[in-house]
Every structure is written in structure tokens, then in C-alpha cells.
């Protein structure tokens, strides 16, 4: 296992690259934590796997370094890194059995036989494929076969980290829940640093200790799921995670109150803005609605429920919003007005969180 080091690291497909724009990763100075499971979060074309080949040895970064455990490995062949991969479609000999697939990585390092059919019994039963270890892989589903991919990716113990790059969207959905758990129960148990690129926010929630969100070629945060619920260091955070996500308010921020619209809105803390966008950003679990009184006039067109929550879509303040209710809450009779619970608001100036700045207002 090993920490990873990323030394302003950035990556251009174009040979003489001019403006940040033309950069799919864009500056980053990180270390990745010896022994954490990380998920790198983040839509189509935002630079994932752009970020996840560079660690792998699969692509030359155009500026900066990236170290293992201190060591610059940036010229380093993949083969040189020690690291399991698994993709996104398998990777299988067909010709192999399934026992010949997953001791394939360690007959090749070598390793005695008895811990090579100790360590492919452990990981069969993993992926749930015991009973099935000597059929050949050819003919099998490609969700089998993926399974295989994942266990050859996780066979070996003594790997620098496991590199992962949307490994389960073949896999069906139950078998997806069954296999993520595996994974994190892999972790628990080895210590392994685990990097999991998705643009599933649910997979990246529950597979991982850090989930590090990327958008538009940037990292924009990196944080525990929890920090990135209550704390989005960037709208886009607060809209990608969230179901629904979070709701962002043009307003203008004086001190301890903000206004939009008519509108005045408590904030939990005294903020300072400069001449950028001022937004507010309230996720639906914090947006009350009244009837009458004070708040934001607002009209609702829709109540979903979900379940466990009821979603409440509605308008006001010249756009849509959401709020949620838990279970059993009910929307007031004639409700047109919202307010926001403070605990729940955050400041953003030109989509980046501002920090409280400490200081409260003479009462
Ligand atoms: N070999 C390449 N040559 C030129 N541009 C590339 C190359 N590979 C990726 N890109 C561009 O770099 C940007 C980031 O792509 P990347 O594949 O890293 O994103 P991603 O987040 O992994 O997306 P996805 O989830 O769709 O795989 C995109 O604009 C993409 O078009």
C-alpha cells in the first residue's frame, strides 16, 4: 500500500496547450492517503479516467509529478507500478478457466502454489463464484465475466493500490449492491488505498471514506459524503449530490442576512462577499413551507412521493426548487411561502463557497 502523491499534476491531449480550457485536468496538488478508499465523482467528460490513467502509468501527465510513497513514478510503466485495475468491461482469457483467470496476476509475480489457491479460493468466494472456478470463462455471461475482472483486479495483497474505473456497469443491480459491499468489506479488511472512479453518486457514497468530485477537468472538493452534504464547497456539489440536489438562490448577502428578492433570510453566520454572483444554496431537506407570514412567496406544482420523503416541487423567486418532507410530514394547508432552516444555508460567490468569516453582528 502506498500514499499517493499528485505534485501539480495537469494533463492536455493538445501538444502546445494555451488557456486552461484547454486542459482535461486542470492543476491539482493532492496526496491520497495511504489505506483510504477514495470515489472519484463526477459527470461525463469531467476528467475521471483522464486523473485515474495518469496514477495507473496508462498515460504520461504533460505537467507535474505523481509519487508513490515519496518515489517519482511519473516514467513509470504500469507493469512497474504493482497496482490491480479492473475496467469497466471485463477483461478475461476465455480460454482460461475462472481459477486460471484469478491466479493469472500471481503465477505471474511467482508466488508459491498453495498461497496462489488460497488466495483465488478467498477471492471466487468474493464474487460469488465458487461453485464455478473450473468452467472456462468463454461462454459465460458478461456480468460473470466481469466478476472475474474484479477478482483478478483484487486477488493480489501486496498491491501499492486498486485502481477502479466503473467496474460495475455491467454488473446487475443486485449483484452491484452485493459487490460494492464486498469491496468495502476487502477494504476493512486489507487496508488497501482504493481509487473508484463512478458518476454514480450512490456508489460513490457507500463504497467510499473520501469522495473527491471532480467538474470540468477540476477537483472542486474532496470530502466525506457528510461533508459534501452539509458543506458543498461548490455548487455544482451541491447540485450532482443530493436526490434531489441542492437548491441555489441568486441573493444579495449583507453580514448575517441575505435577501432575495423581497425576501429577508436569516444566515447562521456573518459572511463576506465581494462583486462576484452571490448565490445561496439550500438543499430541500432544510426549505420549509408556511402559509403566510414571512418567507419567500412560492406556489407548488407537484408533490412526489418517494418512499421515505415526499418531494415538494414548486416555484418562487423566478425559478423551480424542491423541498422535501420526511414521511408522515404533511405540506400546511394553503402553504405559499418558504423559509429556510439557517444550519442549512451556505454562501457562494461565482459557484465557490464562502467561508463564514467568523465575526457576528453587535446585537
Ligand atoms: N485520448 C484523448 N484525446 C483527446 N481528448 C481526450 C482523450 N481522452 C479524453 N479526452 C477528453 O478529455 C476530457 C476528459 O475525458 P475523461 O475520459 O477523462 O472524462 P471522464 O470523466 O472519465 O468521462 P467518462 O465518464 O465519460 O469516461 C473530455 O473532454 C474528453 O473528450
Redesign the pocket.
Known amino acids: 500500500m502506498a500514499k499517493i502523491t499528485l505534485d501539480n499534476l495537469a494533463h492536455s ?1 493538445l501538444p502546445n496547450p494555451q488557456t486552461e480550457d484547454d486542459f ?1 485536468l486542470k492543476e491539482l496538488n493532492h496526496d491520497w492517503q495511504d489505506g483510504e478508499a477514495y470515489a472519484l465523482l ?1 459527470s ?8 485515474l490513467n495518469i496514477i495507473s502509468g496508462l498515460l504520461r501527465p504533460s505537467h507535474g509529478r505523481v509519487l508513490f510513497d515519496g518515489k517519482d513514478v511519473t516514467d513509470q510503466a504500469t507493469a512497474e507500478r504493482n497496482i490491480g485495475q479492473v475496467f469497466q468491461f471485463p477483461v478475461v482469457y476465455d480460454t482460461m478457466t475462472v481459477r486460471q483467470n484469478l491466479a493469472f496476476p500471481l503465477r505471474n509475480r511467482r508466488m508459491p502454489t498453495e498461497e496462489i489457491a488460497r488466495l483465488v479460493q478467498k477471492v471466487g468466494a468474493m464474487i460469488g463464484m465458487e461453485a464455478e472456478l473450473d468452467r472456462k470463462a468463454r461462454g459465460l455471461t458478461a456480468d460473470a465475466k466481469q466478476k472475474i475482472s474484479l477478482g483478478r483486479g483484487m486477488v493480489r495483497e501486496d498491491v501499492n493500490a486498486l485502481l477502479f474505473d ?1 467496474p460495475l456497469t455491467v454488473i446487475d443491480p443486485h449483484m452491484k449492491w452485493e459487490l460494492r459491499t464486498q469491496l468495502k468489506k476487502l477494504h476493512q479488511d486489507f487496508g488497501h488505498t482504493m481509487i473508484y ?1 463512478t ?1 454514480d453518486q450512490t456508489e460513490a457514497l457507500t463504497f467510499a471514506d473520501k469522495v473527491v468530485v ?1 467538474y470540468d ?1 477540476r477537483v472542486v472538493q474532496i470530502g466525506t459524503p457528510q461533508e459534501l452534504f452539509e458543506r458543498p464547497a461548490h455548487t455544482f456539489v451541491g447540485y450532482f449530490i443530493g436526490s434531489p440536489g441542492m437548491n441555489v438562490f441568486d441573493a444579495k448577502v449583507d453580514g448575517m442576512q441575505a435577501r432575495i428578492g423581497e425576501a429577508a433570510i436569516a444566515l447562521p453566520a456573518h459572511h463576506t462577499t465581494g462583486r462576484g454572483r452571490v448565490q445561496i444554496g439550500v438543499r430541500p431537506e432544510f426549505v420549509r413551507l408556511h402559509a403566510g407570514g414571512e418567507g419567500i412567496p412560492a406556489s407548488i406544482h407537484r408533490i412526489e412521493d418517494v418512499g421515505r420523503h415526499k418531494i415538494v416541487r414548486l416555484e418562487a423567486a423566478g425559478g423551480e426548487f424542491n423541498a422535501l418532507l420526511n414521511e408522515g410530514a404533511a405540506v400546511p394547508a394553503g402553504a405559499d411561502r418558504i423559509t429556510f432552516d439557517p444550519a442549512g444555508i451556505n454562501v457562494y460567490e461565482n459557484d465557490w463557497r464562502v467561508a463564514p468569516s467568523g465575526r457576528r453582528d453587535a446585537a
Do not use: F
Open positions: 491531449y482535461a463526477g461525463s467528460g469531467c476528467g475521471k479516467s483522464t486523473l466503473e472512479v458518476h471532480m477537468g
